[in-house]
């Protein structure tokens, strides 16, 4: 980034929808809803919302990053369409950050104060499953070290667990207490694309992270009558 920076705006829908504007390592307006299947409804009047209580414009941003998950198909398309929407139509660069790396920015500052070396992210994957990366830290700077991927709880790696995907299963993974409601936040994402920014790497390209198939099938072309061909 340059020596006098501008605003960036943040979205995420991987879990939750969430907007937020970050300047120089400080998030200046953020929103988040508690809800998990409203992402296309709630994100455009969110970053309405949060530009205006950053008392941003359009004209003031520097560029757009948006979370690219893993996450379920709905809420990625969601958040991946409405910050493409508004990069073009802004004249604005769009980037990528894995959503995880969200919860791994305060994770790493809270696994340094604990003395932890390494420690787990993980999310809510549904069926029974959770979404997941492995870290380590530097000074309380993250590295994500493998990941992301989705599997059954059981086969976490055995580290402290930090986010919602802990929480689910308290009896298989070692949940860090203040992070077993953590889901990512658009205000830690903009951090996180801030300093990727600054440093000249760590963004990805604006695609989103399924890890699986949507359950959504495209049907086949219907059956000819009488003949059972296709």
Do not use: C
Request: hydrophobic share 45%.
């Amino acid at each position: 980034m340059t020596s006098d920076p501008r605003p960036l705006l943040a979205i995420d829908a991987s879990a939750t929808a969430s907007a937020a504007v970050v300047l120089s390592g400080e998030v200046l307006a953020r929103f988040s809803t508690t809800e998990t299947n409203t992402h296309a409804e709630v994100l455009a009047p969110a970053v309405q919302q949060v530009m205006r209580e950053a008392n941003v414009a359009a004209a003031d941003l520097g560029a757009v990053v948006a979370g690219v998950g893993p996450g379920p198909f709905t809420g990625l398309r969601a958040g991946l369409v409405t910050a493409r929407s508004l990069a073009f139509a802004w004249g604005l660069d769009v980037h990528g950050v894995m959503s995880l790396d969200a919860i791994a920015h305060p994770a790493a500052e809270d696994a340094w104060r604990r003395g932890v070396d390494e420690f787990v992210v993980a999310t809510d994957a549904r069926r029974r499953e959770v979404y997941w990366a492995h870290y380590s830290h530097v000074g309380g700077q993250f590295q994500r070290l493998h990941g992301p991927f989705v599997t059954a709880p059981a086969d976490v790696t055995p580290l402290p667990v930090y986010g919602a995907g802990a929480g689910l299963y308290p009896d298989v993974l070692s949940s860090v207490p203040e992070f077993r409601t953590t889901v990512p936040d658009a205000g830690a994402l903009g951090l996180v694309g801030e300093l990727s920014l600054r440093r000249g790497r760590g963004l990805l390209p604006v695609q989103p992270l399924y890890l699986r198939e949507s359950d959504a099938k495209v049907p086949g072309p219907p059956k000819r009558a009488g003949t059972g061909e296709r």
